[in-house]
């Protein structure tokens, strides 16, 4: 009776393993994410090209410029982990931009890497920057110190 106790347990443990590893089956661990644009694409846009035939070939920007001159940017990022459940590397990321001068038409055209700037994080849509971070429990501490 002991020893069909001892194998149904391990036998349930082991099931319980499975089930839970079950989710990372299927994982690929790269996920492209923004406009993926093709060489074929972008090599379709030329100087004095209209705004219109732009969209028409690269498709919606992912975002557009707000202040200064006129331009659309495409955003694509490349992001790898080895399971589901580690932490994300972003291994490729391009922002194309298109400049446009003031009757709408292509100024120029820029391809952009990450090697020519920060990484840009989609999901808070915030860029990192420098300096020191503070947290509730600093500041609080702060302020018992200031007292004393």
């Not at 082991?14 to 972008?42: H, K, P, Q």
């Not at 410029?65 to 391009?94: H, L």
Request: positive net charge; contains cysteine; charged residues 20%.
């Amino acid at each position: 009776m002991a020893q069909a106790l001892r194998i149904a347990s391990r036998l349930a443990a082991a099931a319980g393993v499975a089930v839970s590893l079950s989710g990372c089956l299927g994982y690929e661990g790269v996920v492209n994410r923004g406009a993926v644009l093709d060489s074929r694409s972008t090599s379709q846009v030329k100087v004095g090209m209209p705004a219109q035939q732009v969209m028409a070939t690269l498709g919606t920007p992912s975002t557009t410029s707000t202040v200064g001159g006129d331009a659309w940017y495409y955003v694509s990022q490349r992001i790898e982990r080895k399971f589901a459940f580690m932490p994300q590397n972003i291994t490729e990321q391009r922002v194309y931009a298109v400049y446009f001068d003031k009757s709408k038409k292509v100024q120029r055209l820029a391809d952009y890497g990450m090697e020519d700037g920060k990484p840009i994080d989609f999901i808070s849509r915030t860029t990192p920057t420098a300096g020191p971070e503070y947290h509730l429990l600093q500041g609080m501490l702060s302020k018992v110190t200031n007292l004393l």
